[in-house]
């Protein structure tokens, strides 16, 4: 017999209460999402696709992803 660790006991435990304290999903109920919620995802979705441009900014360079149409002052670029 395998001998598991305190915290492994101590997350199975974490998971069963957690698991017994979310309701139920009834289907006959529909789901109603919150316009505020999808807007807020949308804004962070946005935000994690700049800082990633901003982050791989000269990798996108090397391959010819990035034109110099319009180009960005120096002052609005990441270090």
Do not use: C
């Amino acid at each position: 017999m395998q001998i598991r660790p305190k915290t492994y006991l101590h997350f199975i435990s974490l998971w069963r209460s957690l698991r017994n304290a979310i309701p139920p999903h009834h289907d006959d109920v529909p789901a109603e999402t919150s316009p505020f919620l999808i807007y807020t995802a949308a804004v962070l979705m946005l935000l994690l696709a700049i800082l990633e441009l901003d982050a791989h900014r000269g990798e996108l360079a090397l391959l010819g992803l990035l034109g110099n149409d319009y180009p960005i002052p120096p002052a609005f670029l990441g270090p």
